[in-house]
């Protein structure tokens, strides 16, 4: 099939990607000239395992190119992808202006006929809106050629994108014709041979069920930090706690770790904006908005800690930091808890040495542009020297095992603050480390 995908972030690469790989012709669209430009140099602006390879090989093979221009990218195209951001509003709403600019761009210069799939997290009710936008350019230019507008939200994990995207758990697909039904089915069937893992209903269902399963899985993050607050205040031990519970099936072990608050590009906003949607429609979501409090809170736990044990100034004080990505496998911090810790660390007179294996450029660039005192290394072991506690916030598998004698050579003081709660607890009391961790 001969496929366009609008916006060519981590979403729109990835698809894009997987789906050359199974055989498609597929067209990468961005408005940023930088970034095609140096996609058509075989340099990927993002770190995802396994997509640069994946990338380099279907360029190669020639069925998979990118461009800026959108009306020559969908002229041939049967099915046509927005995957552009759905950032926050001020008031917390998802801002639509992306997706209903590439509504109009498509309206504009749409030749045949198309079946467009909204891909973006987009609140109930926006297909709709794609539906008129495209629809009005149409009218103006006196068209009537025939579309369809489809939700098939997207639910890959950042760091395991690759493998989320080829072997999804399930493709949602919300339509109102049983022939793009079957279209759409017939472009994701090569992703599920040994089962069907295909669900189709409604358009609207399909736009909720996305903000529906991302508030589910930040409730269990919320859920098991506040348990691990209550822990501490009456000396249970959170950790023995969740092993305790997901070992219920009907709990499950997953999300169910306590630590610094949950990040990244989806979670705050949609938990935020459903929140958001329900008020529009008359309805106060009191559970989905504690979830948001909790976590707000949650990402300064680790800087309460330090100051419990520093003090309220840290003037004169370096701390060591292994992590800075909102989780590991990805250079993505966007809403990363690393950021809280550190600005209020620092806001504090701290010096701050940090370390990650990806999201360096990030943090340079963007999201800890302009802040003194932090210094960057560029391996972990390099963040310990003058510091006098290391601060593990982001579970990057290279910290799991670190060399414990080393680390306790290189620190000013043998204290360990985790974030990420026992990822590298191995007994770090007894190895004389004074050690902190979330739920203790
Ligand atoms: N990142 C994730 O893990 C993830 C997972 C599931 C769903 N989503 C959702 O997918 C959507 C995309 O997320 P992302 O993380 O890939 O965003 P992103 O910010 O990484 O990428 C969006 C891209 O769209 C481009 N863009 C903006 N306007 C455009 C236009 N008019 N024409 C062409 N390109 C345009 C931007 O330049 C950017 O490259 C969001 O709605 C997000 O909530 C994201």
Redesign the pocket.
């Known amino acids: 099939m001969n496929i366009t995908v ?8 990835v698809s894009g990607a997987c789906f050359a790989e199974m055989g498609n012709t597929v067209t990468c ?4 000239s930088i ?1 095609i430009e140096k996609l058509n140099q075989g340099l990927i ?2 770190f995802e395992p396994g997509l640069e390879h994946m990338i380099l090989k279907n360029v190669k093979n020639k069925n998979l190119f990118f461009t ?1 221009n ?1 009306g020559e990218a969908i002229s041939d195209a049967e099915i046509v992808f927005i ?5 926050m509003c001020d008031d917390g709403s ?1 801002d639509l202006q ?2 209903l ?2 509504a109009k ?1 498509i309206g504009e210069t749409i030749v045949k006929e198309l079946v467009v799939v909204d ?4 609140p109930v009710g926006t297909a709709d809106q794609v539906k008129a936008t495209i629809q009005k350019e149409l009218d103006a230019r006196g068209s009537d050629l025939q579309f369809d507008v489809v939700s098939n ?6 760091g395991a ?1 690759i493998n989320d995207f080829m072997k999804p758990d399930r493709v949602v697909i919300g339509a109102d014709s049983e022939i793009v039904f079957k279209k759409m089915k017939e472009l994701y069937s090569p992703f599920f041979r040994s089962h069907d893992r295909f669900i189709t209903m409604d358009i609207r269902s399909a736009e909720m069920t ?1 903000y529906a399963a991302n508030a589910m899985l930040a409730t269990k993050i919320s859920f098991m930090n506040e348990i691990a607050n209550i822990c501490e205040k009456v000396g249970a031990d959170a950790n023995q706690v969740r092993i305790g519970i997901g070992s219920d099936q009907r709990i499950g072990y997953s999300f169910i770790y306590p630590g610094a608050g949950y990040g ?3 979670f705050p ?2 938990v935020k904006a459903l929140t958001k949607i329900a008020k529009e429609h008359g309805y106060r979501a009191q559970l989905i908005t504690a979830v948001e409090k909790v976590n707000n809170a949650q990402k300064l736990v680790i800087a309460q800690k330090i100051i419990a044990r520093f003090g309220e100034d840290l003037t004169g004080f370096t701390f060591g930091i292994w992590g800075l990505a909102f989780k590991p496998g990805t250079d ?1 911090m966007r809403e990363a808890p690393s950021i809280h810790t550190i600005k209020e660390l620092v806001k504090r007179g701290a010096k701050i040495k940090v370390y990650d294996p990806k999201a360096v450029v990030q943090a340079k660039e963007h999201y800890l542009k302009g802040i003194e005192n932090i210094t960057y290394v560029t391996s972990k072991y390099d963040v310990l020297k003058d510091s006098v506690a290391l601060i593990l916030l982001t579970e990057w598998k290279e910290f799991r095992s670190p060399n414990f004698e080393e680390i306790k050579a290189q620190l000013k003081n043998s204290i360990i603050f985790d974030g990420r709660n026992q990822y590298i607890a191995y007994d770090l009391e007894n190895k004389g480390f004074e050690y902190y961790r979330i739920g203790k």
Do not use: N, Q, R, W
């Open positions: 609008i916006g060519s972030g981590y979403v729109g690469l669209v961005d408005i940023d970034k602006p993002i800026t959108l995957a552009v951001g759905t950032p998802a992306y997706v600019a590439v761009s891909k973006s997290t987009v939200p997207e639910f890959l994990k950042e994108a996305k990244g590009a989806c906003k949609d993505d």
